[in-house]
Every structure is written in C-alpha cells, then in structure tokens.
C-alpha cells in the first residue's frame, strides 16, 4: 500500500488544520449525530473515530495520530458520572492529564489535545467545540510533526555532524 | 496482522458502497467523484454508488456483488452506524460472508448534513472512506454471542401508561414488577374528572385497569417503593427495590378504614397531597376512595404516636384482631431479576410561583388547572362544586394558556397538552357555574383527533377566548366594576388594544416538565436525558420507546409532554417491544469483548481493578489475567491500559483502530 493517497480535488484556501477524534459511542457520537439531524454548521476539520468508551483511547493513537500529521486530537467522552461503563471516562481524564505533559516535552501545545464531556443531548456543543478547536488550531499554525520529524532526521544524519567528535561539536556549541 | 476468514479468503477484495440518500448525502458530496476515488483505492475490487444503499436493491447489489466479485470486505459510506450498521451487516451475512467483514461511514449525520462546502465536505468523505478501506482489512470474522433473557419485565411508574404496560405484559403471560413511588397507583390521571376531547370521565376508564392491576396474577405490584439499584445489562438486569414503610401490614389490611374514623385526629387537619391541599386527610389515610392497592398508609410526620410516643392507638384498637397496624415497620429491600425495563415516571407541573405577576400563593383566587381538575372532580374536595376558597361561586373565570411553557424565562418548547386541558376547564367551568369563561391563548393548537371539533363546539358554547399573553394579575381597581375581582391585564392582540378583564377566578394552565428526580433517575437506569431533563429516546421516529440502554423503553410522559391516548399508544409500543426482546429467549450480542492473549501477559496485574464488571480475574496458576467473556461489556479501558498490549479487544483491535487513523491522515502527509 503507498504511504499517501492524495485527494481528488486540490484545496483552494490553504492549509486547513486537521483534527483526529475519537467519540464514544454512547454520548458524544450520538451527539454529533444529533448534530447532524438538526442540520447544525460546523467547520469540516474533524474526522471522527467511533470508540465504545473515551477508555479505549489508548495513549498511543493519540500520539500515532500527531505523528501522522493530525493538528489536533479531540477526545469526547460522556460526562463525569454517566458513563455507560460506570467510569471509564474518569480513566480517560487520568490518563489524558499525564499525556498531556509528555506532549507538552515534545513541543506539542496543550490546546493541540482537547478532552471535552459531550451528552448524546448536546449536539450543540459538538458543533460549538469542534468550531472553537479549528479556530485554536488556526492560530496555532500547522504543527506538520511528520516534515519535523523528517528534519530533525536530516539533522541528525548529516555527515559531518556524524563524523565530529563530541568535544568539536561542544566547541561549535551544538 | 491479517488473518483468514471462514469466506476463505487471501487477498483483501474490498467492496465500496456510497449511498445518495436521495439528495441528503448527494446534494452536499460529491458522491461521484467520491465513488471513483473509492474505486483508486489499494483493495478495493468495486466502488459503486446508488440511490438508497438501504432499500431492497441497495442490498441486493451488494449481495450480487459479492458472490460476482469475491468480495471478503464490505464498507458502505451512508447515514450513522447508529442506524444501520445492523441493516448491512445483515445484508453482508445473507451473502454468505462473516457479518463482521464490514465497515460503515457516516457521511451524512458527520458530513453533508453538517458542512456546506462541497470540496471540503467531498475531501473529509474522501478521508473517512479510505480510512474504512484500510479498517476494514483487519477486520476478522466473529461470531455473535448470544445471552439468555431473563423473561419478566420492571415496570417503573404506575400512571395510565405504566397501568398500560403491565396489563399489556402481563396478558400476554409475562411477569410484571410494577414499582410505584406513591401510596397508589393511578399518577395524575386519577386526579382528573374528565378527559378531553370526548369528556369521557377519567375515573370510569382508568380505575377499572388499576383494579385488574391490583388483582393480576402475573403482576406484582409494589406501591410507596423506589428502585434504588439497578445491575445488570440488556435480558439480565438486577433490580433492588426500596420499600417504604406505610406502617401497615398489606397482607392484613382490608381497606377497610375503620381505623381512619377512630383516630385520635376527630377532624381531619392534615393537607391532602392527593388534593393539592385543598382538602384535608388525617395522619392514617387512604390517598383516595379508589386507591390501589386499597391499603391505608401512616404518615409518621403527623402521627403522634411517632411524634410523641404517647398516643392512645385507638387505630390499633379498631383493627383488633387483624393486627394491620405496624408501627415498627422499617425499610425493606426487595431484589428482582428481569430482562427488560419500562421507564413510566411520567412528569411534574410546572410550579405557578415561578410567575410573580401572575399571582399564584399571593392572591388566593388563583388556582393552578391541576387544582382546578380536583375542584371539577365529582369525588374532589368540593364534591365537583366549583368555588372559590371563601365558598362562592364565581362568576367569571380567566384561563391563563402557556404558564411556563413556550416562554423564554421558563421552557420554550409547547407542552401540548395546555390548550386542550384549558378548553375542557373551561366547558366544565361554564357547565358547572354558567360563569363566563375567558381563555387567554398565544395559539391555540388541537392537532389531534376530534380536538378542533372540541373546540370549535366550546366556542359555540359562548366561551370567550382572547389571543394575547396576559401581562399581570392583580387585584387592585381602577374601574368600578373590578372591585373585589382579580384584573387580568393583556393585549388582545387581534383587536390591537390592552385590555383589562376583571375576573373572580384565575386558573394557571401550567407546563408540563420532567420529574423533579429525572436526573436522578436517568443517572440509575444509565440512559440519556434530552437538554429540557426528558429522557431521550434512541431515535426520534424509527426508535421513539427504546433507549440507547438496550432492555430499557420509555412510555408516556416521561419521554416528552403527552396526553392520555399517546401515553397508551406509546405505552403499547413500549411493552410489544419488551415482549419482542423476552420472547426471543436470548439475545445476540455485538461480539466486541476484550480478550487477552495469555503469552503476551506479564501478569502485572493492571487491568484487574480497571474493570468495573469484574470481568478480569487474575488466575494463580497461570499468574496471567483472564477474562470472562459473559461479564465483558466492551468498554476497552483494559485493552487501553495494558502495558504489553496483550490484552485486545474484537471490532476495536489496535491494528483496526491504527489503520483508521493512518487512513484519516493521509491526505495530510502528501
């Protein structure tokens, strides 16, 4: 399978950021879809992934998909207390607050990572959180870990930094 | 990663469908260009689009183009999963392939619905299918679970729809736990003299269900008791039921209320909830003549024997030998297995005082409808008289329409049921009193069978209707002739002029709104409740009495305001499907369980605590974790923690998840 496919149509207005979301099936899912019946207007930006429970978001997709060149991940889960599997959001709002400090080491901005509690009742707030998140983004500029990644890769691999010893590469104060 | 599934086959041959949805999907996406950028993608061995991918011939070509094409996947990019996920899989497994080789797209609740512009919404279709391509590769075949239903059902709330149901349950054979917070069954219908459109006298059709209620051998009937647990899931919920103590043993209390006449209390002074306070019971009571089941309660507030402890218990004298009264009752718990659950707790009025300038609890001649309801009552506190609180009969009366309902300060939406409770007050009213009978309205909306006839008949009858939302209430004078009368002051707003009526009695048509607990209740049965607080159905027209709890139904007005027939009609609904859901005698299961792939397992023990079912035990003779596939819910917090990544889980594989993620982004990368 190649690495990319690129899309049908060219883009006319830019860059536009793109957000990865993982929604549970049973509050914020509902919500968006909710969002969709009542025909309410949001920013095309995010793509949903359907998860049972905010739970089943393991660290790793999160960081999988920054790595893959998302601007921002948005994570919705049930409100605290309504969880349809009693609490697995509480693991998620622990597990998101330790994430977020090794994002925050890696040069990836808070705002770039959003967990917000959205009832099945509150397609609003679906369209509301999605259009405030695009705007963030915006601001924030691309965050392109991918072409990072790729430079730091050049970095690291030029010959001559290879080749110098360490007490040159301290002396040029590299 | 890639397995082999029981169609047998090797390389993945991907089928793509993109459903128009007439002009839904099709008017916002590009559904061709997105059909010819399916049909590029890696695997994919056909893209097709059509019309509606759920109708007949939608099926049809995928099942053709199945056996044509060898497919072993299937993605169908249409509406919500929520909808029909179940649809094509289904179509999926009558062509002979594993009903889990499929995958679903939302392109229209998550994109054409929601987005306008046509590029952008074409390039996110574009993203979410591909996304599905590369999912739908990992997916593997699984094989459905299947659970036994527990066959009796929970019914909670004993008003006319909660009535309905049990006696619906209940005939067709099944077992019926009818659980009543109140005393008695029967809710507000049994408060009511007449229903409209047809004045059929509420009494007269309600009490004879609740006596087939109260006698039903398949019924149990548990009045003044809560549910206070609920475990379980969909065919096997635990139920734990709080009985209150009445004082009074119900297998040995006849009814016959000979200790209500001998109370200490030789006149009744306690307010009678039943009434609204309008009337007068005593601290042992029946609720109602009609009560059911027909037991007195002990209300220990104002018993003085639980006051003082010095009471002559002349109630216990009275009952003799029978020995009913028990004063050191206590609080028990009942526990009960059922497979399906009917939420019946029906709705509150809204409370009048919230309306300063209308007056209610300041100016005594104003009464809320439900008040009034008792008032017309034949068996109310007055006997059917309408009076006013110092006796006299008055003779002109306002009807104030849309009391905290379609009001921006309270609740915007329309309770529907106001206008034509207000028109059948007001032809009791004039009826009973030949009063003149004023209803002041913003719209007046009879939308169902026979209303407008009912209301166009009440205009006959000379009743005076007003259009214009009343500003104030007062009982201070200007004119001669409003002396000692309540002034409704309004804009009559088809006359284009303020107005001010003098009236002697204001009634309040008061919305209608959830129960005070319907958070509380919601929280229990772990189902969602709509942003007003009532309890939100799974889909407004295909799924109207099921929740996104499944084994949990709605009936009657705990779902939205309602009247009596749509109350039963719903009702109705809510036990076929309940019955539907016992009869099976299982149920399938989504297969989407956590698993634990014993060599990979460390035996670090962190899963264990994470499962809120006890589905995980740590087995000592392995010293690996093991899950117990029945208790599994699917939620993945497990599968998310485990630090060896041993523990997975069946439709949400890590594997299935990355490719969806890989597949969302990239576009991006290029």
């Known amino acids: 399978m190649p690495d990319h496919q690129e899309h049908t149509g060219p883009r006319e207005n830019g860059w536009e950021p793109t957000i990865v979301a993982f929604f549970c099936n049973w509050c914020t899912y509902t919500a968006a879809d909710l969002a969709g019946t009542s025909r309410l207007k949001y920013p095309p930006n995010a793509r949903v992934i359907r998860v049972m429970c905010s739970g089943r978001v393991d660290p790793q997709f999160i960081v999988e998909a920054f790595a893959r060149g998302a601007d921002g991940v948005l994570i919705g889960g049930c409100h605290p207390g309504d969880c349809h599997y009693v609490e697995g959001n509480y693991k998620t709002l622990r597990r998101m607050a330790l994430l977020r400090r090794v994002l925050e080491e890696m040069g990836i901005a808070q705002p770039r990572l959003r967990l917000e509690w959205i009832s099945a009742s509150e397609g609003e707030k679906v369209a509301r959180v999605i259009r405030e998140m695009t705007e963030s983004l915006r601001t924030l500029g691309p965050l392109d870990l991918p072409g990072r990644r790729r430079r730091w890769d050049a970095e690291v691999t030029l010959p001559a930094v290879a080749a110098a010893p360490i007490q040159e590469l301290a002396a040029q104060g590299r | 990663m890639q397995r082999e599934g029981y169609a047998g086959n090797g390389a993945p041959r991907v089928g793509v469908y993109i459903c128009h949805c007439g002009t839904n999907i099709a008017g916002v996406v590009d559904v061709t260009r997105l059909t010819e950028y399916a049909a590029r993608l890696p695997s994919v061995a056909v893209a097709r689009e059509y019309k509606y991918m759920c109708s007949d011939p939608g099926q049809a070509l995928i099942r053709s183009d199945i056996a044509e094409h060898k497919l072993n996947r299937v993605v169908v990019a249409a509406c919500s999963p929520l909808l029909h996920e179940h649809t094509f899989r289904g179509a999926v497994d009558a062509a002979g392939l594993n009903p889990y080789y499929f995958q679903m797209v939302s392109i229209r609740e998550l994109d054409s619905w929601v987005h306008t512009d046509r590029g ?48 619906t349950l209940a005939n067709a054979g099944r077992h019926v736990y009818l659980v009543e917070r109140e005393p008695t069954i029967g809710g507000h219908m049994a408060k009511f003299d007449k229903t409209f459109p047809t004045l059929d006298c509420a009494a007269c059709i309600l009490t004879p269900k609740m006596t087939a209620v109260g006698t039903h051998p398949n019924i149990t009937l548990w009045t003044y008791s809560e549910v206070q647990q609920v475990d379980g899931y969909v065919g096997n919920y635990h139920i734990t039921v709080r009985r209150k103590p009445r004082y009074v043993i119900e297998d040995l209390c006849v009814g016959c209320r000979e200790c209500i006449e001998a109370c200490v209390y030789k006149e009744a002074k306690v307010l009678d909830e039943f009434n609204l306070g309008l009337g007068k019971r005593k601290p042992v009571y029946l609720p109602f003549p009609q009560a059911v089941p027909l037991l007195v309660v002990i209300d220990p507030e104002t018993c003085i024997e639980f006051k003082s402890g010095k009471c002559k218990k002349t109630c216990v004298e009275v009952c003799g030998d029978r020995g009913a009264i028990d004063f050191k009752q206590t609080e028990r718990l009942e526990e009960v297995d059922v497979g399906a659950i009917v939420l019946a707790t029906g709705f509150r009025t809204f409370d009048a005082h919230r309306v300063p300038y209308y007056g209610y609890g300041t100016l005594p001649n104003v009464y809320s409808a439900l008040e009034v309801e008792r008032l017309v009552n034949a068996s109310g506190p007055t006997g059917g008289e309408v009076v006013l609180r110092d006796g006299r009969r008055p003779e002109r009366v306002g009807i104030i329409h849309c009391v905290g309902s379609r009001d921006e300060n309270y609740n915007i939406y329309c309770s529907r049921v106001c206008c034509m409770y207000s028109i059948k007050l007001a032809h009791l009213i004039r009826e009973r009193t030949g009063a003149e009978v004023y209803n002041f309205y913003i719209d007046i909306r009879t939308p169902g069978k026979g209303f407008e006839e009912f209301y166009r008949r009440t205009l006959d009858e000379g009743i005076h209707f007003i259009r214009g939302k009343v500003a104030q209430v007062s009982d201070w004078s200007t004119q001669p002739e409003e002396q000692g009368k309540l002034t409704i002051q309004v804009e009559d707003t088809l006359a284009g002029l303020i107005r001010r009526i003098p009236v002697d009695m204001v009634v309040l048509s008061a919305a209608l709104e959830p129960q005070a607990d319907a958070e509380a209740v919601r929280r229990l049965f772990n189902i969602s409740c709509s942003t007003e607080g009532w309890f939100l159905e799974r889909h407004p027209k295909l799924a109207p009495v099921s929740t996104f709890t499944d084994g949990i139904f709605l009936a009657g007005a705990c779902q939205a305001p309602k009247d009596i027939p749509d109350s039963v009609a719903q009702a109705g609904a809510a036990a076929a499907e309940a019955l539907a859901l016992i009869d099976a005698g299982s149920i399938a299961l989504d297969p989407n369980t956590a698993y634990v792939i014993a060599a990979d397992c460390s035996g670090c023990k962190t899963c264990i605590p994470l499962c809120p079912y006890h589905a995980i035990i740590f087995s000592g003779e392995t010293a690996k974790a093991e899950i117990t596939e029945a208790l599994c819910k699917g939620c993945g917090v497990c599968v998310a923690a485990c630090p060896s990544g041993s523990i997975r889980q069946h439709l949400f594989e890590d594997a299935q998840i990355l490719a969806e993620i890989e597949g969302i982004l990239a576009a991006v990368r290029a």
């Open chain 2, 120 to 167: 952008e919404a074409t390039r996110k279709a574009e993203d979410l299918v591909r996304a599905a391509v590369q999912r739908v590769i990992f997916h593997e075949p699984l094989e459905t679970r299947r659970v036994p239903v527990n066959p009796n059902v929970l019914i909670v709330g004993g008003g006319i729809a909660g009535i309905h149901a049990a006696l």
